[in-house]
Structures are given as structure tokens and as C-alpha cells.
């Protein structure tokens, strides 16, 4: 079975309430958990909160119902492999063995069904231990991302003899971001951290990947989700 999982804690610094915050017509984890539910390959969904509303809200809806997240794990310091570890083992206490967590970010709400897809096929063509959505960095270490010495002379991050003069003679960069991820259960119990194990990359267009951090990132998301809506790429 894949359990597909959503990440929504209660506070937020950046943009206070935000995974409930309405988003083009409905609450802003609804936008992951309308794809979590309508994808015929996941067999349970959960949604790990310390939020009471958002909680019952999923519940209502079909979510697996584990509880609220424990405390020590609801801190803006509780790293996410915990969050996931907690979530897996309250979820096959109730509803069986897991064969593959699917996470994807709530705060991601640009990804397109078959970013799902993709990387679920990825992930049993290559049977790695994490599948992990990536896209082409921004900016590059090797090129254009400098940073000062002891002097605050700026030097480039990462240099390489001879130098790079242009971007695409630069070595590929990836940014880590969080549109979906699938973990191998066993992976997910054991190790301590994302990057112990064989983590592969699932490439994704820059333009989908913009994560809900800060008031700023809020309003652009709704920009380009309702293009999205437009283009009938999404449903509301």
C-alpha cells in the first residue's frame, strides 16, 4: 500500500495560519489533499498536524486518524524524518503494511498530478531508498554564488580551476525542493537522516517549484495557481 502523507503544523512565522489560509477557493492543504485522494494509486492518506482544525478537517475527510502530532515533534525545530517516522508507524497500526510513503509539502501547491506520477514510477523503476523532487538551481555555487572571505572580499562559492565563465559550462546544481518525495518504508524507519541512503532526483520545471514561506510567496503562488486554473491544468 502507498500511503500518501501531508506535513501541516499549526504555527508559522512566516505567514501565521497559512496550511489553512483559503487559496483560490479552498483551504491551502486541500490543494495536496485533493491529489493525495484522487490518485488511484494511493491506498490511505494521513495528514500529521498539532492543529486541531486542520486535523479534524482531514479526518472528515477520509484521512487516517492517528491523533494529533506529539509535542516534541511540533516545534519549528522538529526535523520532518521524525514528523515522517512518527506518521508511518501511526498509520500501519491502523490501516497495514506500507510498501511506499508519498509526502508532498502543503505549502507546495503548484505541483501537477503527474509530478505524483512521476515520481512514484521513478521510485519502482529504480527502487531506491528516496525519490526526492529537485529543480535546476537558480543560481549556481560553481558560477554565480559568491560569498566573502575573512576580508569581505567576495570569491565564488564554489570554484574550479580555470573558472566557469558561463552558466551552462557550470556543473548541474540542483535545488531540494518539496513538491513530493517517496520513501522506502524500511529506509524511513532506520536511518536517521534524508541522505544516509541512495537518494535520487526527480527534476521539476523551476516555475512549479515555489514553496509558501513568507507573505510575498503567498500572494505570487495564488498568482500563478490561478493560471493554473485558467490553463485547466489544475481543478479548484
Known amino acids: ?45 494521513v495528514v500529521s498536524t498539532d492543529d486541531e482544525a486542520i486535523y479534524a478537517h482531514a479526518v472528515k475527510r477520509g484521512a487516517l486518524d492517528i491523533g494529533l502530532r506529539p509535542a516534541e515533534l511540533a516545534t519549528d525545530t522538529a526535523p520532518k524524518w521524525g514528523v515522517w517516522q512518527h506518521a508511518l508507524s501511526a498509520s500501519e497500526a491502523l490501516a497495514g503494511p506500507v510498501s511506499a510513503f508519498l509526502d508532498l509539502d502543503c505549502t507546495s501547491p503548484l505541483r501537477l498530478p503527474e509530478d505524483i506520477d512521476g515520481a512514484l514510477t521513478l521510485y519502482e523503476i529504480e527502487h531506491p531508498d528516496m525519490v526526492m523532487s529537485v529543480c535546476e538551481a537558480r543560481k549556481n555555487p560553481y558560477f554565480n554564488l559568491v560569498e566573502p572571505d575573512a576580508s569581505g572580499a567576495l570569491h565564488v562559492s564554489k570554484p574550479l580551476p580555470g573558472g566557469v565563465w558561463a552558466r551552462q559550462d557550470a556543473p548541474t546544481v540542483y535545488e531540494h525542493v518539496g513538491m513530493v518525495y517517496v520513501v522506502q518504508p524500511d529506509y524511513l524507519r532506520t536511518a536517521k537522516t534524508i541522505y544516509e ?15 509558501i514561506d513568507t507573505p510575498y510567496d503567498f500572494r505570487l503562488v495564488e498568482f500563478l495557481l490561478s493560471e493554473q486554473l485558467k490553463d485547466g491544468l489544475v481543478k479548484a
Open 1 to 45: 500500500m502507498i500511503l500518501g502523507h501531508i506535513g501541516a503544523r499549526k504555527g508559522s512565522k512566516g505567514v501565521p495560519g497559512k496550511n489553512f489560509r483559503p487559496l483560490c477557493g479552498k483551504p491551502l492543504i486541500d490543494w495536496s489533499l485533493d491529489q493525495l485522494f484522487a490518485n488511484p494509486r494511493v491506498g490511505a492518506v
Open 197 to 211: 541512503g541512495r537518494v535520487i532526483p526527480y527534476v521539476l520545471p523551476a516555475e512549479r517549484c515555489h514553496d
